[in-house]
Nanobody, 119 residues
């Protein structure tokens, strides 16, 4: 099982980045996918979640209107489009897969990708 994020980097305030997370080793379309982030000295927080079909998305309040989560089940990939980035968006962003197997929760984490918003 692997979740491999990419697309992070250094961007100026007001800029945009698109993160990708490619999944392998499990049935991607059966999993709810989420993006989380963790800033230095802070707890990890959920950024956005998307259901199995991509028809339902949810966002943390501070990301609404700026971030968009999407998925392509044919490519086993979940995306996070981030616009109007702010310095406080600086964090390690990780993707997360969650489902159930035989009634038990199953989840996987990626290794994370660093996003730095700075002038």
């Amino acid at each position: 099982v692997q979740l491999v994020e990419s697309g992070g980097g250094l961007v100026q305030p007001g800029g945009s980045l698109r993160l990708s997370c490619v999944a392998s080793g499990f049935t991607f379309s059966s999993y709810i996918m989420s993006w989380y982030r963790q800033a230095p000295g802070k707890e990890r927080e959920v950024v956005a979640t998307i259901n199995r079909t991509g028809g339902t998305t949810n966002y943390a309040d501070s990301m609404k209107g700026r971030f968009t989560i999407s998925r392509d089940n044919a490519k086993n990939t979940v995306y996070l489009q981030m616009n109007s980035l702010k310095p406080e968006d600086t964090a390690v962003y990780s993707c997360h897969a969650a489902s159930y197997s035989w009634g038990r929760p199953v989840d996987y984490w990626g290794q994370g990708t660093q996003v730095t918003v700075s002038s």
